[in-house]
T-cell receptor, first 113, second 113 residues
């Protein structure tokens, strides 16, 4: 099992450009999450999904959109990138209950110039 | 609201020293508590967890006990190794939160030979 994979690993954008980050999991998990990690801030939840076809906002959703068309995939989009979106982005998946841990991907390092 | 507070880093120890990283939480109901570890350049991995009061989570020589009376979940290891150098995150999932993790800001540990 590959677990949780993320594509791409690194990306540099110019302000105003758009891009999509892809997350895939092969554990048949219902729940998927997108986080951003910034120095001194820990991880903050951007959006999450509780099942195929559903999405919900997390703590810091502004400037991002997501889609969950297939159970195994969760896409994070930036329509018009801003320097404040320079960060490391992590995807995670879980069974979704209080007791089940989340499994994380390796991360995508995004720089917006 | 729910929150996690963990000790500020960085923490620098010599090999075989005793480690404690403090973590306290605020949450409604009865959360599950987690410690995640992030090695340089990697995603987060679950280190240990506890799902009810007085539970002790343990893994790789690390331990943490769920203390409801002090709302704490301190991480300890009796003898650290250079390979334990990483960032450690305390986190919780509260009941009814759809599995959403709330993270502390992380504590960077460096172990010197």
């Amino acid at each position: 099992n590959a677990g949780v994979t993320q594509t791409p690993k690194f990306r540099v954008l110019k302000t105003g450009q758009s891009m999509t980050l892809l997350c895939a999991q092969d554990m048949n998990h219902e729940y998927m999450y997108w986080y951003r990690q910034d120095p001194g801030m820990g991880l903050r939840l951007i959006h999450y999904s509780v099942g195929e076809g559903t999405t919900a906002k997390g703590e810091v959703p502004d400037g991002y959109n997501v889609s969950r068309l297939k159970k195994q995939n969760f896409l994070l989009g930036l329509e018009s990138a801003a320097p404040s979106q320079t960060s490391v982005y992590f995807c995670a998946s879980s069974q979704g209950t209080t007791y089940n841990e989340q499994f994380f991907g390796p991360g995508t390092r995004l720089t917006v110039l | 609201g729910n929150s996690v507070t963990q000790m500020e880093g960085p923490v620098t120890l010599s090999e075989e020293a005793f480690l404690t990283i403090n973590c306290t939480y605020t949450a409604t109901g009865y959360p599950s508590l987690f410690w995640y570890v992030q090695y340089p350049g990697e995603g987060l991995q679950l280190l240990l967890k506890a799902t009810k009061a007085d539970d002790k989570g343990s893994n790789k020589g690390f331990e943490a006990t769920y203390r409801k009376e002090t709302t704490s979940f301190h991480l300890e290891k009796g003898s650290v190794q250079v390979s334990d150098s990483a960032v450690y995150f305390c986190a919780l999932i509260s009941g009814g939160s759809q599995g959403n993790l709330i993270f502390g800001k992380g504590t960077k540990l460096s172990v010197k030979p």
